[in-house]
């Protein structure tokens, strides 16, 4: 491996499939995909967009479910080979990590989280509702069975928040997608800092749009990787086509120490739909990636993709492939 990973952490049991024989992409699909179908819960119309992360040495994770009723919510979930899951029937239930601000800080709903490990507990950012409009909620938790609700990061109307792994230059750091609030025709990725986790300013613009794949709009994907490159983000980008909009998947790499700073962008999309479960389903066409496995002994990347906004599919790639592909394809 001649990319390093820079402090993560080794994954022994990290879910793995090696490329097919023939196959010419640098992110090939688990061949047993969909990992968790639409009526995986007695209660589920879907699960899709959801993440996963090492707990215990074994894998915990956050799963968004809509129910019958098709309100959208954040369950919990457990697997010993992160492929196999056990997610509970029940919602998350948030305590409030601040009782003073527990009458402004209601749940609404929950949709697309990402699971964050800093330091010494597990953050958990996804779409909340304020006023019925869309931000980005943020909650923490150590076990996985208490998990505490903060205040929301920002105002509506925003979404895809996602939090870098580690301190940079010491602050906390979020990627966010400024929205509407509806099915967005637009969107660009921005980062902000924070010394608390509670305060946000500082505000970067990233990127934007560029190519065709994703020349409606964009948005931040799993938790970025830190690498002896830079920052290894995979973003999602939207396509609107005479059919409606196509969500595919790609990598860019950033400055680590400036990482609002682009150092590199693939042109093109790694994955995008094809598959019947990517295709077909409550909303055609749609690739959505929310959380990477990454092991720093191997390069191995394990990662999760909602699928038609209906189930949870999985993909490989390692490191040394994907920022080689990045950097030899690169539009910046």
């Not at 966010?176 to 970067?204: A, C, I, N, V």
């Amino acid at each position: 491996m001649s990319v390093k990973i820079l402090n993560g952490e080794s994954i022994p049991n990290i879910p793995w499939q090696d490329k097919p024989a023939g196959c010419n992409d640098v992110v090939w699909r688990y061949d047993a995909n969909p990992i968790i179908k639409r009526d995986h819960l007695k209660m589920s119309n879907s699960i899709f967009n959801s993440a996963v992360v090492t707990f215990n040495g074994k894998f915990a994770g956050v799963f968004r479910v809509d129910d019958k009723q098709r309100n959208m919510e954040l369950h919990v979930g457990f697997s010993d080979d992160a492929i196999n899951w056990n997610i509970s029937e029940d919602r998350i239930v948030f305590e409030q990590a601040d009782k003073s601000t527990e009458d402004v800080n209601s749940w609404g709903y929950g949709y697309d989280p990402r699971v964050c490990f800093i330091e010494d507990r597990y953050w958990v950012t996804w779409c909340n509702a304020y006023g019925w409009k869309p931000t980005i909620g943020v909650a923490y938790t150590f076990d996985f069975k208490k998990f505490y609700q903060c205040e929301n990061a920002f105002l509506p109307f925003n979404r895809n928040g996602v939090l870098f792994p580690r301190k940079i230059n010491g602050k906390y750091v979020m990627f966010s997608r400024p929205s509407d609030s509806g099915h967005t025709p637009f969107g660009d990725m921005y980062l902000s800092q924070s010394p608390d986790m509670k305060y946000w300013g500082e505000h970067r613009h990233v990127m934007g749009p560029l190519k065709g794949w994703e020349s409606k709009k964009i948005g931040a994907g799993p938790i970025p990787i830190e690498t002896s490159e830079g920052w290894l983000c995979f973003y999602h980008g939207v396509l609107e086509s005479c059919n409606g909009f196509v969500y595919s998947f790609s990598a860019c790499i950033l400055d680590k120490d400036e990482p609002w700073k682009v150092k590199y962008r693939c042109a093109e999309y790694l994955i995008n739909p094809r598959e019947l479960y990517e295709t077909v389903g409550d909303v055609q066409n749609v690739t959505f990636p929310c959380a990477t496995l990454c092991d720093a002994d191997t390069g191995r990347i394990a990662i999760y993709y909602g699928c038609a906004d209906t189930c949870v599919g999985l993909a490989f790639t390692t490191v040394d492939e994907v920022v080689e592909y990045v950097k030899s394809h690169s539009s910046v």
